[in-house]
């Protein structure tokens, strides 16, 4: 979840008081006022002393919020961070692309991302960042061995498809208990999948990423 604020809301023909939160790509509207708008929608983001003023084609907001935040909250939705820029993925980094064949390669935005940027990827080993398509409830107990592929300060991102009972976010999340990572951090990974990013904990970085 991203920042969150109130303000005054009219979405169409509905307005009054909401929650607006801010999300990767778009606002999210919860209050007497719901709906979601596009960053790509928006066609003013005027930071002020009284806040953030937002506006597109069929509404408008008013955040409140001090004028130093509202002018972070701008600059936030004028610049989005790109998918890469999400998944930590850094100019020199070294990446590892797991089980492309579910989705990673099939993604065009994600493809094109990593073609402009000077990366090592490579299918298995150690690497600053594990990126993972699963596909299915069984595909986790793979988890414990992909442990020694992380380097001490880097991360495995587990990618599975949005919508299924089957596998959700709850059943990584255990499996990576279970198997002595934790999670910190969930991201859109595209329209159809999320992304849960997994590390070891700080403690014991030495024990289980010393060996290869």
């Known amino acids: 979840m991203g920042r969150e604020a109130m303000g ?12 607006v939160q801010l999300e990767t790509d778009e606002l999210i509207f919860r209050g007497e006022v719901k709906g ?3 960053f790509r929608a928006l066609t003013a983001i005027e930071p002020g002393e009284d806040g953030l003023r937002l506006a597109w084609p069929d509404g408008e907001a ?50 094109a991302e990593l073609a402009d940027r000077s990366v090592k990827v490579k299918p298995a080993g150690k690497a600053d960042v594990v990126i993972w398509a699963i ?8 988890m414990p061995a992909l442990i ?50 997994l590390v070891v904990p700080k403690a014991q970085r030495g024990r289980l990423t010393g060996h290869s």
Request: aromatic fraction near 4%; glycine fraction near 6%.
């Open 62 to 111: 008013r955040v409140e919020m001090p004028e130093a935040e509202a002018a972070r909250w701008a600059d936030r939705i004028a610049n989005p961070p790109s998918l890469l820029d999400k998944l930590g993925v850094k100019e020199g980094t070294t990446v590892v692309l797991l089980d492309p064949d579910h989705e990673l390669a099939g993604d065009s935005d994600f493809a």
């Open 8 to 19: 005054a809301v009219r979405l169409g023909d509905a307005a009054g008081r909401a929650k």
């Open 36 to 38: 979601r708008v596009p």
């Open 148 to 197: 020694k592929w992380i380097q001490p300060a880097g991360a495995l991102w587990a990618v599975w498809p949005k919508g299924r009972k089957t596998l959700n976010e709850n059943h990584i999340r255990e499996a990576a208990l279970d198997a002595g990572l934790v999670d910190v951090k969930v991201a859109r990974f595209s329209a159809t999948h999320s992304a849960l990013k």
């Open 135 to 142: 596909e299915e409830a069984a595909d986790l107990d793979r």
